[in-house]
């Protein structure tokens, strides 16, 4: 299947057209599903007050919003949390606290906990997406069939995004690495190295 040409080494862009729009106007929220999606020029779907009431917005775009922070960095008391949100409602959010069941390897850090958000955040974004209906899917997809639908890791993290979108390659065959995601790596490899996700990094310019 092709990829959109609104990625390009593994980062995600906007067409030309939307740089300067609010960015309410960028993150679409479907009123069927109640999830996020990017706008789409080629589809004029768009967000805020530009939405179409009673119109599925293009569900292309399918965006993950990851946060990771760390209180008392990198110390043996160090306490970590995951902030993940796909659309809008409980269902479609939620805010981790990082124990060994999800990261048995230490210690606690910044770094760290971004990187485990964006983990856990695909997995989530994955998980909805194939619960999802699939006659919900079909009528909300309005690309043509050849082109997978994308998914898009939202992230303020520089480290997160440069990790995609330069460093994965080298970090796969890195056994410090491996060693980090050997809980992860089966589970997340797929969407990785399939082509699947991307990366939006939040800035000012609405590069995201």
Same mark, same amino acid.
């Given at each position: 299947m092709g990829k959109s040409s609104n990625i390009e080494q593994r980062k995600f862009f906007f067409c030309p057209t939307l740089t300067t729009y609010p960015l309410d106007h960028l993150i679409a929220e479907c009123f069927v599903c109640s999830r996020f999606f990017?706008? =789409? =020029?080629q589809d004029a779907s768009f967000g805020g007050d530009w939405a179409e009431p009673g119109v599925k917005c293009c569900h #292309? !775009?399918?965006?993950? !919003? @990851?946060d990771g922070a760390c209180s008392n960095n990198g110390k043996d008391y160090a306490k970590a949390g995951l902030g993940i949100s796909v659309g809008v409602g409980d269902e479609c959010s939620w805010s981790i606290p990082v124990d060994d069941a999800i990261d048995s390897q230490g210690p606690r850090t910044n770094q760290r906990a971004e990187l485990l958000a964006a983990i856990e955040g695909l997995k989530k974004l994955h998980q909805v997406d194939s619960a999802a209906k699939e006659e919900h899917k079909q009528m909300a997809m309005r690309h043509k069939a050849e082109v997978s639908p994308e998914y898009i890791l939202v992230t303020d993290s520089e480290y997160v995004t440069k990790g995609i979108t330069e460093w994965f390659p080298v970090w796969c065959v890195r056994l410090s690495f491996v060693f980090f995601l050997n809980a992860y790596i089966d589970k997340t490899d797929h969407i990785l190295e399939q082509g699947m996700a991307y990366i939006?990094?939040? @800035?000012t310019t #609405?590069?995201?």
């Open positions: 990017a706008a =789409c =020029c #292309h !775009f399918r965006l993950v !919003f @990851t939006g990094w939040q @800035t #609405h590069e995201s």
